[in-house]
């Protein structure tokens, strides 16, 4: 597929989105037309194709959209120039991060190439009361939080099993287990709606955990007790080796319609897109209406993590066709085309970007080991008498080398 | 003042007590509201502190305990409700990878107190699925915290102890003993919630147990007193922690330790207990310590569980073995 043909593609489809394809409240976003394609499992991989709410097109195009222009309209071109530096900067640490695994210096690193529309686009529709509920990829929406960089990287090296306070910037720990914390949001935003508070709850997750039974649970629970919660699945094609089509027979979006609340696929690699098309969820969250399901259509650039190896199971054309829909490249064309920045805005955030690169890398070369005695810390909050007896034991054992004379 | 009520009904009122003392807990569960749970154990709670207090769940474990993970996380503290033992297995992953480890992995920044009630346990005479004893399996998960009350008075306070613990507590409930009444003294200054307690003195043999064992061993204890023997019953309550100190000083008494408990002996409770009681007590002890429990085979259908439940014959033998050294 060309450039081109995609281009035509996917903006005749967001035309259709912009006809009322959108669905009533209460129901998925979906054409009958497109559902019954879904069904045949031929089919399949033509179904998966975007049905997408776009505002930007591949080329940097703004296209017009009547349901979600207007939560992005007055947008000032400094705004649209901040949403680019997130991205730019989002990306640079990532790649720093990546580096410093192949150095050694990092025991893991999942990178977020590629997903950087996705995460900023949702993470700046946020507000500071909102909470978010992470998997472990979420490094730009960490950035929208304001949680430092090099906090995400203490897990990665092996020195703590998180590194920040969740309530510092209402951005919880990264879940590794798949899908599990799907579930503290909608807990979460049942305490917010019990608490008469109007914030909302983000709960990340990608395509293969939608194939967890927390997910379609976290589903039931949140609709059941119209919790406010935005359900925000980062479909990236790929959960390590495994495409898409093995986690489920129609788009991830339409599963919302099972449970009785609104499902939408988003173009995730329009930063615009998916903040306006998060916007809408949190408004209707913040409204009393309840959850919804935001389907982020994305691509994974990296590996799954820094172990890896995506050269065994997809070709290179398949990357080489969504790099053409790069969210960064896209958002530059349309600053670009309409005078919202100059040449001196992005050698600034060139700059900026090594600056953060030099910074995380520092940081990361002069991160401590943690202290031995942490191994007891924080197991239980109001103390346990075994984990007293092993620190003790533990601790005669070490004292037992000093008492070797120093060696 | 005492009063004389069931152990159900004591889980009950020390609910009550707690909902009426702290807003922000709540009681979750498949059928804890208008049907007051199964067992009735939630009864007219609902009734009394509304849907938004004592909530009525979809039939999803991991919902359950997930969701009550994310009340904790925004304050409040969660009381819920597993129907059965062998139901906690779909809740297992939020309890293991979560609920036990939030507090480590943020560096003690986050509290979790949730108590997760399993009525557990056989002798009732039910279907698959609704007489496990899987203790162990929580107690070898550091983060959590176990505990089982075996009368009413304890089912009482440790119930309210457990609801005040900022770590997840895992509150196994003798589902046997349920419609057992006893004294409860609303009034009495309960001793700490991880502290075993001695319900009979001895000097011959010490019986170990918690839960529903506690009273087969104080009938095993009056069994044992027609032919002569002393026996010393140990109420430990809680198993992890587990009270060593206090087993260790009774077996220095004593010098032979039998423990009771209907989990499967092979890699229970009873196995840590013996283990660490022979390191500590190597010089005191006359016999090894011996175990007396289930077997290592699935929970058997009713008809067979008095075969597979410790009874008084199989302690009384333990007894015996343990005397004979």
């Known amino acids: 597929m060309t450039v081109e043909s995609t281009a035509a593609r996917t903006s005749r489809r967001s035309a259709g989105s912009k006809a009322g394809t959108t669905g009533t409240k209460g129901t998925t976003r979906t054409p009958a037309k497109k559902a019954a394609a879904a069904k045949k499992p031929a089919a399949a991989k033509k179904a998966a194709e975007p049905q997408l709410v776009q505002l930007l097109t591949p080329e940097g195009k703004r296209v017009k959209n009547a349901e979600y222009d207007k939560y992005v309209a007055g947008f000032t071109p400094e705004e649209l120039r901040g949403l680019y530096r997130d991205m730019v900067l989002t990306r640079r640490f990532d790649a720093e991060a990546t580096s410093l695994q192949r150095q050694g210096e990092l025991g893991l690193w999942a990178s977020l190439l590629g997903q950087e529309a996705a995460q900023i686009g949702s993470g700046r529709a946020l507000r500071d009361d909102d909470y978010v509920f992470p998997t472990y990829r979420e490094h730009g929406v960490a950035w929208c939080r304001g949680v430092d960089p090099t906090n995400l990287l203490g897990m990665f090296r092996g020195v703590n099993n998180g590194g920040w306070d969740p309530n510092s910037n209402n951005f919880q720990l990264y879940t590794i287990v798949i899908g599990s914390q799907t579930l503290h949001a909608t807990g979460y935003a049942m305490g917010v709606a019990k608490d008469g508070a109007d914030s909302a709850v983000i709960a990340y997750f990608g395509d293969g955990a939608s194939s967890q039974g927390d997910v379609a649970e976290s589903f039931t629970f949140s609709a059941v007790y119209n919790a406010p919660v935005v359900f925000f699945c980062q479909n990236n094609q790929w959960a390590i080796s495994e495409p898409t089509e093995k986690q489920s027979r129609v788009p991830i979006y ?107 890398r520092e940081a990361v070369r002069a991160m401590p080991d943690p202290d031995h005695f942490a191994i007891f810390e924080n197991v239980y909050a109001d103390g346990h008498a075994l984990v007293d007896e092993e620190r003790a034991q533990f601790a005669a054992y070490q004292a037992s080398f000093a008492d070797e004379g120093g060696n | 003042m005492a009063d004389k009520m069931a152990l159900a009904k004591a889980i009950n009122e020390s609910l009550r007590h707690a909902l009426e003392a702290d807003p922000k807990v709540l009681i979750m569960g498949e059928d804890v509201g208008k049907l007051g749970g199964v067992f009735r154990v939630t009864d007219g709670l609902q009734k009394d502190f509304g849907e938004s207090r004592v909530i009525d769940t979809p039939l999803a474990e991991s919902g359950i305990v997930g969701t009550a993970i994310g009340l904790a996380l925004r304050g409040y503290r969660p009381v819920v409700e597993i129907q059965f033992d062998g139901f906690v297995f ?236």
């Open chain 1, 254 to 360: 339409q599963r919302a319609q099972g449970f009785g609340f609104p499902g939408v696929r988003v173009d995730g690699n329009d930063v615009l897109a998916c903040l306006a098309v998060t916007r809408w969820a949190l408004e209707r969250a913040r409204s009393g209406e309840g959850p919804t399901l935001v389907e982020a259509f994305t691509y994974r650039m990296g590996a799954h993590t820094t172990s890896d190896d995506p050269t065994r199971y997809r070709g290179d054309e398949e990357r080489q066709a969504w790099e053409a829909k790069d969210p960064i490249l896209r958002l530059r064309r349309f600053l670009e085309t309409s005078n919202h920045a100059d040449e001196g805005f992005f050698e600034e955030l060139e700059a900026e970007s090594e600056a953060l690169g030099k910074r995380v």
């Open chain 2, 90 to 325: 779909p809740a297992y992953d939020q309890i293991v990878t979560q609920l036990a480890k939030m507090h480590a992995r943020s560096l003690g920044k986050v509290k979790l107190p949730v108590v997760v009630r399993i009525p557990y346990g056989g002798g009732i005479g039910a279907v698959e699925h609704h007489s496990e004893s899987p203790e162990a399996l929580f107690a070898h998960v550091s983060g959590l915290k176990i505990v089982s009350p075996s009368n009413s008075s304890d089912a009482y306070w440790m119930m309210q102890q457990a609801i005040q613990s900022d770590d997840p507590v895992i509150f196994f409930e003798p589902k046997r003993r349920y419609w057992d009444k006893g004294e409860v003294a609303t009034e009495a200054i309960p001793g700490p919630l991880h502290k075993a307690q001695v319900v009979r003195e001895g000097t011959d043999l010490t019986l170990a147990a918690y839960g529903p064992m506690v009273k087969l061993c104080q009938e095993v204890a009056d069994a044992a007193a027609e032919e002569g023997r002393n026996l010393e019953v140990l109420d430990l309550r809680s198993v992890s922690p587990l009270d060593f100190d206090s087993i260790q000083a009774s077996v220095e008494k004593t010098r032979r330790l039998v423990v009771v408990h209907e989990a499967p002996v092979f890699f229970g409770s009873g196995a840590e207990i013996a283990a660490r009681i022979t390191e500590r007590c190597f010089y005191h002890l006359e016999a090894p310590v011996l175990r007396v429990g289930g077997y290592h085979a699935p929970y058997p259908p009713a008809r067979l569980e008095e075969e597979y439940l410790p009874n008084l014959d199989r302690v009384l033998d333990a007894v015996d073995r343990s005397l004979a050294y």
